[in-house]
């Protein structure tokens, strides 16, 4: 996949080439805009990202998914709600609820897709604010026991980007409880909450912790220059994270 | 050309924050007599020839799986319309 060309050629830093076997899907769909980023993170983690079309029937011989943010079908009917019916959809639904648990990174809209998939609970919403919100956000890490989180300690704060205008997480107090009882709110949004989403929440896992979802973009987050700051990186954890699974170290 | 009209609404218990917007600003223009908005949806399903129960039963189905989305959404009116 092309990666977003950067002011000044700057060039990533070498990554253990041994990492390079481990295959990240990136998928694009009409309307996507973070795939190129997604690609480039999940170079940077090591690992060699492989573009994954919405129409394609199979999805080859990726290792995981990850589902990129952007306005896939212009958010036609509701945000994701086209996109989860896209052929390769369905491959990804069927490969993370097998028993191979295909590791899904589902970010903003990937959160959205996953959510009308019917792999994470609830549903995301207007904000309550109405407006669209790009900033800098800094979130707790609740879970570091999934497939996208080992790489990070339990309860680390990190700052990634948030931009997004259906933003606030709904789901009803039973699911939101099952989440709390089980672990499964991989993240919240630590200060004020940006959009009204119940309980801080900014992302959550399936029970078997290979699909994550998250409104923020760990993916505008991995190179010294460019993330939060200038200086961010925080976001490279979610790739380094999925090789350790991936790798067997976690 | 027969038509089956789906009507969507955000369920009662899910804030809806454009409706929300609408209230506040209708006094601006002095429709000062509505104390709360809630926003929907409206599908028209165009069928060429009869809807039949097949055929409505298909709709109810499109309705309920894809038009809404049970997380928020409750489909509150699916009926065929004859011109």
Known sequence: MTETPLIGGATLAPVDSRLAGARIGVVTFPGTLDDRDAARAVRASGATPVSLWHADTTLGDVDAVVIPGGFSYGDYLRAGAIARFAPLMGQI??????????????????????????????SMIKNDHLKFLCR?????????????????AAGAEITIPLKNQDGQYIADEKTLDALEAEGRVAFRYVGTNPNGS???????????????????????????????????TDGLGFFTSVLNTLLGGK | MPRIVVDVMLKPEILDPQGKAIVGALPRLGFTAFSAV????????????????????????????????????????????AD
């Open chain 1, 198 to 232: 119940r309980r801080d929440i900014a992302g959550i896992s399936n029970a078997a912790g290979n699909v994550v979802g998250l409104m923020p973009h760990p993916e505008h987050a991995i190179e010294n220059g460019y993330g939060p700051g200038h200086t961010g």
């Open chain 2, 38 to 81: 809630r926003q929907g949806k409206r599908f028209e399903l165009f069928v060429d020839g009869e809807v039949t129960e097949e055929i409505l039963a298909q709709a109810r189905n499109a309705a309920e799986t894809m038009l809404s989305n049970p997380v928020i959404e409750d489909v509150v009116n699916v009926e065929v319309v």
């Open chain 1, 136 to 152: 800098d956000q800094v979130l707790r890490v609740e879970n570091n026991s999934t497939a996208w989180t080992n790489a990070y």
């Open chain 1, 93 to 122: 639904v069927d490969a993370a609820n097998s028993s191979a648990k295909l590791p899904v990174l589902g970010i903003c809209n990937g959160f959205q897709i996953l959510t009308e998939a019917h792999l994470l609970p609830g």
